[in-house]
């Protein structure tokens, strides 16, 4: 079993800057892929971005290709969205995904966190 827990969201202005983090329980968190996915108002959930067990091999969604960046800890079990350059478009609530290798979008999932950027 993984837990995670998600912070780092807020209230910010667009064109700014946040940092989500999403810190797994446990003592396999290196073996699992990770992600992050949002959900806005009146939307389905859809992927932002996802990093493989080993770090490599990151994906972006073609909305936050390059104002956005993941990367991952596995010392400090902790995977981060740096999310910059901060968009209306932007807000939603922002969930954490663990899953087995190749699976994505499976496996465990955080509560969320709100992302509400004003225009």
């Known amino acids: 079993q993984v837990q995670l827990v998600e912070s780092g969201g807020g209230l910010v202005q667009a064109g700014g800057s946040l940092r989500l983090s999403c810190t797994a329980s446990?003592?396999?968190?290196?073996?699992?892929?990770m992600g992050w996915f949002r959900q806005g108002p009146g939307k389905e959930r859809e992927t932002v971005a996802t990093?493989?067990?080993?770090?490599?091999?990151?994906y972006y969604a073609d909305s936050v290709k390059g104002r956005f960046t993941i990367s991952r800890d596995n010392a400090k079990n902790t995977v981060y969205l740096q999310m910059n350059s901060l968009k209306p478009e932007d807000t939603a609530v922002y969930y954490c995904?663990?899953?087995?290798?190749?699976?994505?979008?499976?496996?465990?999932w955080g509560q969320g966190t709100q992302v509400t950027v004003s225009s």
């Open positions: 995904n663990a899953a087995s290798r190749g699976g994505i979008g499976g496996g465990y």
């Open positions: 446990g003592r396999t968190f290196s073996s699992y892929d």
């Open positions: 990093i493989t067990w080993s770090g490599g091999r990151p």
